[in-house]
């Protein structure tokens, strides 16, 4: 069974740098799958931040584009999720999930939240 | 990017009632759509992918119709579990992979 488990600090304030990781057990990154990071707000919904593939190509938002980075390691079988400048706008439950490619995500975190605040 | 937009809700309907949610997307994504299904405090899970294709261990009453822009999912018996938020998603012109706004599902 594929379990995926997001961590990382609740509370970042304005301006500075966002990090999250996944763990993933059950099933290796490195096995085909597409992975990749979402989130929701009440006031934007569902939002897909981006998705990777472990052979390395990388697809991310256009309009997030600028402040994110993902990257994986595939020895921990874990990857993460890095956005910088945060404002209050990125308040929201981040979520990693996966699927067979950067489209139906059949595989989800439980969800963290994060507040962005001074 | 393409602009996802699900009738408005919440839908109020009574166990065993049959349910009908609308998708519609700004141009035409063929059949790459997906339904998911969101309960408070829980990730959004997988329902439908290939607009009618059925995840991995969904009960057959949930069924899902449509392509190119106009999209279905549809609840047979709705039952006590169902009641929920709804998701599409399209995942043919990306990036970015682009989800509606969702239609809530509630007891009458």
């Known amino acids: 069974q594929v379990q995926l488990q997001e961590s990382g600090p609740g509370l970042v304030k304005p301006s500075e740098t966002l990090s999250l990781n996944c763990t993933v057990s059950?099933?290796?990154?490195?096995?085909?799958?597409?992975w990749g990071w979402l989130r929701q707000t009440p006031e934007m919904g569902l939002e897909w931040i981006g998705s990777f593939h472990h052979s390395g190509r990388m697809y991310y938002h256009p309009s997030l584009k600028s402040r994110v980075t993902m990257a994986f390691d595939t020895s921990k079988n874990q990857f993460s999720l890095i956005l910088t400048s945060v404002s209050a706008a990125d308040t929201a439950v981040y979520y990693c999930a996966g699927g067979d490619y950067v489209g139906p995500f059949d595989q989800w975190g439980q969800g963290t939240r994060v507040t962005v605040s001074s | 990017e393409i602009v996802m937009t699900q009738s408005p809700g919440p839908l109020s309907v009574s166990p065993g009632e049959r349910v009908t949610l609308s998708c519609k997307a700004s141009?035409?994504?063929?059949?790459?759509l997906a339904w998911y299904q969101q309960k408070p405090g829980q990730a959004p899970r997988l329902l439908i992918y290939?607009?009618?294709i059925r995840a991995t261990g969904i009960p057959t009453r949930f069924s899902g119709s449509g392509s190119g822009t106009e999209f279905a999912l549809t609840i047979s018996s709705l039952q006590s579990e169902d009641f929920a938020i709804y998701y599409c998603?399209?995942?043919?012109?990306?990036?970015?992979?682009?989800f509606g706004g969702g239609t809530k599902v509630e007891i009458k």
């Open positions: 141009q035409s994504v063929s059949g790459n």
């Open positions: 059950g099933y290796s990154i490195s096995s085909g799958y597409y």
């Open positions: 998603q399209q995942y043919n012109k990306w990036p970015p992979v682009t």
């Open positions: 290939g607009a009618s």
